[in-house]
């Protein structure tokens, strides 16, 4: 089963105000420069997308009504959801802050799977307020298929012998995992429907699309082994040094303090968190340990993190001894991605954050650092 939370901020934000029920609205950066974090059914029609800047919105849709988000809120009605399922369902995984997939592998013998799913977003809806829909089917690419085709606030059961007939005339485009560039391709190549690509030798798809051919030819066939993960929420995110000699070197700690940060924030984004708590820790000569830490809104990037890790060591180190290790830590993690971040973010921030996170990926998390960071290395 996957389940998606519909138009996620959006309907949290017309929940909170009932009077943007049915009008055109927009969540995300209110300057010209910022960017739509989430946007409603209405102004989709006019095409505006999440991830689009504020000013071609504005634009496309001059009558939307621009709302700057509150992520507090959104992690709240967030955890309300996953709270309900965690109750309820034998086995889930929390793909993001709006997205469930759940395994109820074995239920027909004793329920009835489709009867649970319906009695499960019966209860989501009624607790929280919130529109869901969700996809119902034998393993994850269909189910998320399903739920994609369903909405808004649906329901779609796909049985095993219907799975093909169900993808066969759908776009490409709705294969988990197919990128704009790998959609570009396969349409230079004349592949436009799911039919289409899964009547392609597999190998044909591997050698136009590289590793990730075979599993797009898979999926398209309907094909995927990948299991649910069970779920566990990890509260903090850690990174610590100790010196092979003290020091006092303020400029080498402050150096080593943004390679640590900088690490950790990207580990956070790849794993789809956000910290509200910053912490810096610091262990002097004698053992002597202190940590200051504050708290913040929700965020990922380095720019914001840097500084406040800077301003917490500059409070926190005044004693002017000899330090023996320094460590950072984010904690009261939530899930968001990138995009809960840019309320407030110009674009081409945003879309740099993006690039470098791409190469970090595919070559390690060394392959682009601040120049700062390659001296706290030595």
């Known amino acids: ?48 997308y999440s991830g689009m800047s504020m000013k071609m919105a504005r634009i496309l849709c001059p009558n939307s009504i621009v709302i700057q988000g509150d992520f507090d809120q959104y992690v709240y009605y967030s955890r309300m959801v996953t709270d309900i399922i965690a109750e309820q369902a034998p086995v889930y995984e929390k793909m993001s802050i709006d997205e469930h997939y759940l395994d109820l592998t074995g239920m027909d013998r004793f329920f009835g799977t489709l009867q649970w799913a319906k009695e499960l977003k019966a209860r989501i809806i009624k607790e929280s307020g919130l529109p869901i829909s969700y996809g119902l089917s034998l393993n994850k690419t269909v189910a998320k298929i399903a739920t994609g085709e369903s909405k808004p606030n649906g329901a779609l059961y796909v049985e095993a012998s219907r799975v093909t007939p169900f993808m066969d ?28 690509l899964r009547t392609i030798p597999p190998n044909m798809v591997e050698r136009v699309l590289g590793k990730s051919g075979l599993d797009v030819w898979k999926k398209a066939n309907g094909i995927d082994t990948t299991p649910v993960k069970q779920y566990t929420e990890r509260q903090s995110i850690s990174s610590e040094r100790t010196f092979e000699q003290d020091t006092t070197d303020v400029e080498r700690l402050l150096d080593v303090l943004v390679g640590m940060t900088e690490k950790l924030a990207f580990e956070m984004r790849q794993k789809h968190k956000v910290t509200s708590c910053v912490a810096v820790k610091i262990r002097y000569s004698n053992f002597d340990t202190h940590t200051k830490q504050v708290k913040i809104a929700y965020s990922s990037f380095d720019h914001l993190l840097i500084d406040i890790v800077k301003q917490l060591f500059a409070t926190l180190y005044n004693r002017r001894m000899l ?49 700062s960071c390659l001296k706290g290395r030595k």
């Open 1 to 48: 089963m996957h389940l998606d939370l519909d138009t996620f901020f959006v309907s949290v934000e017309r929940l909170r105000n009932s009077t943007l029920e049915g009008k055109p609205l927009i969540v995300g950066g209110a300057s010209d420069r910022g960017v739509v974090s989430a946007c409603s059914y209405e102004t989709r029609q006019f095409g505006v």
């Open 169 to 196: 005339p759908l776009s490409i485009r709705k294969i988990p995992g197919i990128g704009v560039k790998s959609f570009q391709m396969l349409r230079t190549m004349g592949v436009s429907s799911i039919l289409n």
């Open 323 to 371: 330090i023996r290790l320094i460590g950072v830590k984010f904690s009261d993690l939530a899930y968001g991605s990138q995009q809960l971040d840019l309320f407030d973010t110009q674009i081409n921030r945003a879309s740099l954050y993006q690039n470098l996170d791409k190469l970090r990926a595919i070559y390690g998390d060394h392959i682009v650092q601040r120049a």
